[in-house]
């Protein structure tokens, strides 16, 4: 009866969540998997070796980000991820500082869902912080964009262990 709860159990939980859908989430490879648009690798990290690094002194937009499909009856996603700050000025907008955020597109790749939701922000000086977000999958989705940027900000910001797991 235990072995029948225990892979029981197990099979739930495999449905529930598949893993993490990225590429390289922890950044140990470097920049595989992910479109870089002036991000660099750095010894700075949460965990492991390597992280990765957006810095940049006039405001504008810059990061990794990495598409994922969306698997077929999933209906939230759990997006986390740590960031860190160091003088990160943020623009004029609630919006335009260091972020960590998800975009859903649908099959002719136009966005759903709204703005790209912010799963966390930092500015100023911040240590290690780990940002965390349910997020319901909207009508239409087939894939995701998750980006970590620097978003019409100066100063410097730090990225890593990012993952996105869907749930049926």
């Known amino acids: 009866m235990r072995r029948f709860l225990t892979s029981t159990f197990a099979l739930f939980s495999v449905s529930a969540f598949a893993g993490n859908s990225l590429v390289n989430g922890g950044f140990e490879m470097g920049l595989v998997g992910w479109t870089n648009e002036g991000a660099a690798i750095s010894p700075e990290s949460s965990e492991g070796e390597l992280g990765c690094m957006i810095h940049q002194d006039t405001p504008h937009w810059s990061g990794v980000s990495q598409m994922v ?59 290690w912080t780990r940002m965390a977000r349910v997020v319901p999958i909207p009508t239409g989705a087939k894939s995701l964009k998750l980006e970590c940027a620097l978003a019409n900000s100066t100063g410097t910001l730090y990225c890593d262990d990012l993952s996105v797991e869907f749930e049926r």
């Open 69 to 127: 499909a969306i698997p077929d009856g999933s209906k939230t996603v759990h997006v986390a991820g740590w960031l860190r700050s160091d003088s990160v000025r943020g623009g004029k907008g609630n919006w335009e500082r260091g972020r960590l955020s998800v975009e859903f597109h649908d099959a002719k790749n136009d966005t759903v869902g709204g703005y790209p939701l912010a799963i966390g922000q930092v500015r100023g000086h911040q240590v």
